[in-house]
């Protein structure tokens, strides 16, 4: 269960600063996500006073405070594994993780930005276990982030997934791999979360699943080969799905290469969005570099959200082309 932190620890984190042996220790700051309707529309605030939890699996420690980025002594340096970095970050602060890899389940808390140093480098392994990798719930009052990590071994039990959203109305999944992970990739029940660039490829049943009146805006994203453990006779395997009376709002996205890339039932409302297509994104690799290749479709085939981008538009998916 989480933390909401009392007495001294809780007051060194609000006040996003620390002292050891006479040097003060400032944090780092990050922005926050503006919500709206429009995609074009979307902001996000520059880095300003926002208390910082560090985690670092290499150096860290359950034991510290988690309010170093290194080890300085006794009880001060990053926490080892996410959940913990997680359970101590105030509501609106900021949990940030170390490159490398995280073998554990997430329960994220309200109002954390969970911040990877890069899909490309910073990976949570669920290990095939029963449960999400990443578990997102009643979160409705202050916006809740995850971006900058590859997410993936998800179980394929009952109704699993990378990263399950529910019961959430201001939560927003931006710039991760979400791969190899045995049922979907994404699942979205009764939320309304916005997912932003993200590559969500070579799951085992669906790209992203919505249910029971959710209501995901879908946007940017590489949606691509999510029907692995399913063959094309079966219901499942579709790219987006959306079932009992879920709408699915999406655009600019490239949605290739499964069962069917929309499907519905039960009143869901699913189908291609301005600016979606369907064509082979042309990954550096498909077996793991998901970056991609001069001459790709995705390259400026995005809309502008906020981010930052190269070229003369944003790309699709997790990873921005870089030109030489």
């Known amino acids: 269960?989480?933390?909401?932190?009392?007495?001294?620890?809780?007051?060194?984190?609000?006040?996003?600063?620390?002292?050891?042996?006479?040097?003060?220790?400032?944090f780092s700051t990050v922005g926050c996500e503006q919500e709206t309707v429009n995609p074009t529309d979307i902001t996000f605030s520059s880095?300003?006073?926002?208390?910082?939890?560090?985690?670092?699996?290499?150096?860290?420690?359950d034991d510290y405070n988690g309010l170093s980025q290194i080890c300085l002594g006794t009880n001060v340096g990053p926490k080892q594994t996410i959940q913990a970095g997680v359970d101590i970050t105030p509501n609106g602060g900021i949990c940030k993780v170390a490159s490398g890899e995280y073998r554990?389940?997430?329960?994220?808390?309200?109002?954390?930005?969970?911040?990877?140093?890069?899909?490309?480098?910073?990976?949570i392994d669920g290990g095939n276990k029963r449960g999400n990798v990443i578990n997102i719930k009643?979160?409705?009052?202050?916006?809740?982030?995850?971006?900058?990590?590859?997410?993936?071994?998800?179980s394929c039990y009952g109704d699993n997934a990378g990263i399950r959203i529910q019961y959430s109305s201001d939560v927003v999944i931006r710039n991760n791999v979400i791969t190899a992970?045995?049922?979907?990739?994404?699942?979205?029940?009764?939320?309304?979360?916005?997912?932003?660039?993200?590559?969500?490829?070579?799951?085992?049943?669906?790209?992203?699943?919505?249910?029971?009146?959710?209501?995901p805006e879908i946007v940017n994203n590489i949606i691509v080969d999510n029907n692995l453990?399913?063959?094309?006779?079966?219901?499942?395997?579709?790219?987006?799905?959306?079932?009992?009376?879920?709408?699915?709002?999406?655009?600019?996205?490239?949605i290739w290469k499964h069962n069917n890339n929309y499907g519905i039932e039960t009143e869901g409302i699913c189908s291609p969005g301005i600016g979606d297509i369907s064509i082979n994104p042309m990954f550096v690799d498909t077996e793991?570099?998901?970056?991609?290749?001069?001459?790709?479709?995705?390259?400026?085939?995005?809309?502008?959200?906020?981010?930052?981008?190269?070229?003369?538009?944003?790309?699709?998916?997790?990873?921005?082309y870089k030109r030489q």
């Not at 939320?191 to 209501?215: D, K, V, W, Y």
């Open 229 to 254: 453990l399913w063959p094309a006779s079966c219901e499942y395997g579709w790219g987006l799905y959306a079932s009992s009376c879920a709408v699915i709002n999406c655009s600019y996205n490239n």
């Open 138 to 154: 009643n979160c409705n009052v202050a916006q809740t982030v995850v971006r900058g990590f590859t997410i993936r071994n998800g």
């Open 181 to 215: 992970n045995r049922a979907d990739g994404i699942r979205v029940y009764s939320a309304s979360p916005r997912i932003i660039n993200n590559t969500i490829a070579g799951n085992g049943r669906n790209g992203i699943m919505s249910h029971n009146e959710a209501q």
């Open 288 to 320: 793991g570099d998901f970056h991609l290749s001069a001459g790709s479709p995705c390259i400026d085939a995005g809309v502008y959200v906020g981010l930052e981008y190269h070229g003369g538009a944003p790309d699709m998916g997790a990873f921005e």
């Open 1 to 26: 269960m989480r933390s909401r932190m009392m007495g001294t620890d809780s007051e060194l984190i609000r006040l996003a600063a620390c002292s050891f042996m006479g040097a003060f220790l400032l």
């Open 47 to 61: 880095e300003d006073n926002i208390a910082t939890v560090y985690v670092d699996a290499a150096i860290g420690s």
């Open 104 to 123: 554990e389940q997430i329960a994220m808390a309200e109002g954390v930005t969970l911040a990877g140093a890069g899909a490309a480098v910073t990976f």
